[in-house]
């Protein structure tokens, strides 16, 4: 199976403009993530996809760059047009904003598209805070690895100790932060772009949903790699720190 990890990159985000070329420990966060990726065993290639020439500059010395439309909704949509060109029996789509991304989960992401059309990953959840916060995306997973549910609440929700601290909620039970890497099969992919925005996806803001509700499995592996999104300018200090630790 070729598989091609595919990594999305824009300009504009909102809250961190020009984020991929943010200077990461004197390297461009972009190429960060480029090397981390060539570092996976299991990728055939390495492809940028991105609207903006800027970043295609600084991409194409390291991998292939695949120039898509600029008004493409999310990542995935991105990801799917540079797909839709290459040739690939499924691809791996990183965040372009995850410098720290471990060869390893991206290799066990690829590895899984062995046995089903769509992978993702997990970690742990350890840190009690981390288990209310919104922006921590919990999943839930059966017994067979596959996902049961993506929820930005506590999931599951521990009925009979629902009133302790969350401290004591994290005792004995595995609640899972969602880690935001996709693998798919191309055609999967291809089609679940083509696909209008599910209920559930609209209401928790998660696009996985869609998949969920069309009736795509979703296997989750478990990893023990938490990473450092660069959201905001200041995030770029802790992944230095990380990175000189």
């Known amino acids: 199976m070729k598989i091609v990890g595919i990594i999305p990159a824009r300009y504009g985000a ?35 996809a991105t609207d903006d020439p800027r970043i295609a500059a600084a991409a194409a010395p390291f991998c292939r760059v695949e120039m898509t439309r600029s008004d493409h909704p999310s990542g995935t949509d991105r990801a799917a047009e540079a797909a839709g060109r290459l ?5 791996v789509n990183i965040q372009g904003d995850e410098p720290l991304i471990a060869p390893e989960v991206i290799d066990r992401v690829a590895e899984a598209l062995a046995r089903t059309e769509m992978t993702t990953a997990a970690a742990p959840i350890r840190d009690p805070e981390a288990l209310a916060n919104p922006n921590v995306v919990k999943v839930a997973r059966g017994a067979d690895g596959n996902a049961l549910y993506f929820s930005r609440a506590p999931i599951p929700y521990a009925r009979d100790c629902g009133g302790r601290p969350p401290p004591e909620q994290l005792g004995g039970i595995l609640f899972l932060k969602h880690i935001g890497i996709y693998g798919y099969r191309k055609e999967t992919l291809l089609r679940l772009v083509r696909e209008p925005p599910s209920p559930l996806e609209r209401v928790e803001r998660l696009e996985q949903l869609r998949a969920l509700e069309s009736g795509v499995p979703i296997r989750v592996e478990i990893v023990e790699w938490e990473g450092v999104s660069v959201d905001r300018p200041e995030d770029v200090r802790l992944v230095e720190e990380r990175l000189a630790g």
């Open 14 to 48: 909102s809250r961190f403009p020009g984020k991929p070329l943010a200077l990461i420990a004197g390297k461009p966060m972009i190429r960060h993530v480029i090397e981390r990726a060539r570092a996976a065993s299991l990728l055939s290639e390495v492809a940028v």
């Open 87 to 91: 040739m690939c029996d499924a691809v």
